[in-house]
Every structure is written in C-alpha cells, then in structure tokens.
C-alpha cells in the first residue's frame, strides 16, 4: 500500500503550526510559531493581534515545514486545517492558506474539528483500540468523549461553565502569575502544601459533567477574607491546593467513566494535559486497572499541526473532503 502525506495546518488560537504526517501516524515535521511573548504582556490572547500573527507567520511556517521534511508540493497527498472551533479570525487564516493551496495545488481539502487533533495526537505514540474514552482538558473545552471507531465522537460529559485551563488561567491571574498561567500553578503547586480545603464538585451521582467556577470563585473568597483578616497565603499552597481540586475531580470523573463503559484505553488530550499534577494523578488511579492510560509527550499536548494532520488523515483514507465553502466555524461541534 502506497504511504500518505497530509500537510497540516492549525491557526485556531496563537500557535501559527504546520506540519507533514505520514500514514497518520509518523511525524515528518512539525513547526509550531508561538505568539505567546507577543500576549504576555495582555495578559491573555488578544484575538485582533493573534490574527495579524498568523498572517505574518503563515507562509514561513509552511516552508520551514518542507524544508524540515525535505520533501515537495508533489509528495503531499492532501491538506487538513483546523475549522473550528477557536477565534474566527485565526482560524480563517488558516483555512484560506489551505484553501489557496489546495486549490492551487490540485490537493483535497479536509476540514478538521481541533479537539478531534488534540484527541488524535496520541495516536503517533500507540495505536487506538475502542471502545475508547478521551479526556479532554484545554483553555476551552473540558470534556469526556467516547469512541467507538475512528473519527466517531460521543459526548458523555462536559464543563457547565468554565474550562479547566480557563480555571488555571484565571487563578493565576488572581495570583498575579504571568501569562499563560496553567504551567505556572503547576510549578508552585509542586512545591506547595495542599493546606486550604477547596470545594470539588462532583455535581449529580451518575453526571460525567464538570463545573469549575464553583471554585473558582471559592479561591478568590480565600484570599480576599485572608487580606482582611490581614493574613497573608503563600501562593505556592493555594496553587497546590486550588491544583489538588482539579486534579481530584477530574482523575475520579474519567476512572468512573472508564468502568462504566468498560474502554479498552483511556487518552488525555489538550494543554492542561501537560499538568504534572495531573498526569501522576491519572497514572496512579489507573495503575490499580488494567486500562492503558495515553498522554501525549508534553509537545503534543499543546497547540501543533502534527495532530491536525493526524485527524485529518482519518477523513482523507474515508474520503471526506470539504469542498470550496469551507469556513471557519468558530463554535463547531465535535
Ligand atoms: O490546548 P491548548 O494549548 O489551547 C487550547 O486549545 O485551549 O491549551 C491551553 C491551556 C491554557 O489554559 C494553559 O494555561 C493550559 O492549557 N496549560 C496548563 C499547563 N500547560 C498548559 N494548565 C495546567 N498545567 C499545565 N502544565
Ligand atoms: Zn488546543
């Protein structure tokens, strides 16, 4: 059987990434251009400023992928790109290089959901075997996927309110942390103390959902009634303690989740996947079951393209191509 290239391209947030795949499952190249110092200073994404970024960084991105590859416009089966779901303006970026592209280059097109990358950026590590369950943990989404074949989705349960890296940045911006501020907790939590007894909520007995501004907010209400009382917390032990909740839910969420419907694997997907605390947590909890736990290496778990083109090698072998009106969609559904 003949080997399959797809160029991958992602702009849904403030990485500017290209990379080539071969077979969906080997990584070729993979440049990924990060905005980050450019929105330190914002203290957070500022999407007008993302936007103009990608502009700027598309095209040397792109080169700098084939170049990394050595290889031509020749070799490159199809082109898949994020669609959806992120800030419209950087995901337009994206999809109109792709499209310009593809149409200049007689190559399908395939429009990719970016939660179905981050999922899919475990694959390049070991194979998937379904039933499947997904973890999903970024700045936007906090979820529980099911899966019972390839590029089939089923949600089991979800955030109500804020997203788990949502929560992360916005704790450590109470904590007056740089941006972004998840890695940052992470590092103070690890030589913190988990002295302060933060709220879990574990919501209804059966729900596979999750909510997070519960504490959130129970976080800022600590600190402003320790200000007041003229005490002052040490960073590290609220970080430790605030990551501790987090941690905790999130763990007990998806082993329940695995029992209940029996997986075969279980796979961490999203930035937040990157948390130190939270990948011991998973590996201890599933240590004592005979489920295989997937985390994708801490390069993965963030913004890349490598696992768009992984994604988007799934459409291209069932012959899902997107035609000319493909868009982005900036709250496109798994
Ligand atoms: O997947 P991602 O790169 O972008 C989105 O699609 O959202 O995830 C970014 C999120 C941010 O909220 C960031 O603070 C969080 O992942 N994050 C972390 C860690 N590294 C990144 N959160 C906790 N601990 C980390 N080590
Ligand atoms: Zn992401």
Known sequence: KKDNYILGIETSCDETAVAIVKNGREIISNVVASQIESHKRFGGVVPEVASRHHVEQITIVLEEAFENA?????QIDAIAVTEGPGLVGALLVGVNAAKALAFAKQKPLIGVHHIAGHIYANRFER????????????????????MNKHGSYELIGETRDDAAGEAYDKVARMLELPYPGGPQIDLLAA????????????LETDSFDFSFSGLKSSVINTIHNARQRGESLKKEDIAASFQASVVDVLTTKTWKAAQTYNVKQVIVAGGVAANQ???KSLAEQFETTDIPLLIPPLKLCTDNAAMIAAAGFVAYEKGKHAGWDLNANPSLVL
């Open 277 to 279: 605390g939270l990948r």
């Open 70 to 74: 050595n290889m031509t416009w020749d």
């Open 127 to 146: 194979e998937f075997e379904f039933p499947l369950l997904a973890l999903i943990v970024s700045g936007g989404h906090t979820e529980l996927v099911l």
């Open 191 to 202: 030589v913190g103390e988990e002295s302060i007894d933060f709220p879990r909520a574990w």
